[in-house]
């Protein structure tokens, strides 16, 4: 069994939007960080959202008033709801604990996390 599942990624087009779950196996989200990163071809992972175990919210800059992060207890489910996709955001999603809590530095995530999930892609293309 994987330690967490994403899922909700697929095609859509510029400007559309997609909802991704997360679902972990042994971990209750209510009392983790839990974060959303992604990787791009060409590109280092990258920090994309995460939430504190007290419902707090935070952003990469570049995604900041597009996406929203999430999370529903009683389900033990995360989600990152993205609107106006861009063809730059395609790429593989991932979500994870993070290692204390979620770190925003400047304008970027950059929290340790503990493990991931094997990720669900998302292909933003005309």
């Known amino acids: 069994q994987l330690q967490l599942a994403e899922s909700g990624g697929g095609l859509v087009q510029p400007g559309g939007s997609l909802t991704l779950s997360c679902v972990p196996a042994?971990?209750?989200?209510?009392?983790?960080?839990i974060g959303w990163f992604r990787q791009a071809p060409v590109k280092e992972r990258e920090g994309v959202a995460c939430?504190?175990?007290?419902?707090?919210?935070y952003y990469a800059g570049v995604v900041k008033g597009r996406f929203t992060i999430s999370r529903d207890n009683a389900k033990n489910t995360v989600y990152l709801q993205m609107n106006s996709l861009k063809l730059e955001n395609t790429a593989v999603y991932y979500c994870?604990?993070?290692?204390?809590?979620?770190?925003?530095?400047?304008?970027?995530?950059?929290?340790?996390?503990?493990?991931w999930g094997q990720g669900t892609q998302v292909t933003v293309s005309s």
């Open positions: 042994d971990l209750t989200v209510g009392a983790y960080a």
């Open positions: 939430i504190s175990s007290i419902g707090n919210t």
């Open positions: 994870a604990p993070a290692l204390g809590s979620c770190m925003l530095e400047n304008d970027n995530l950059v929290s340790d996390v503990a493990y």
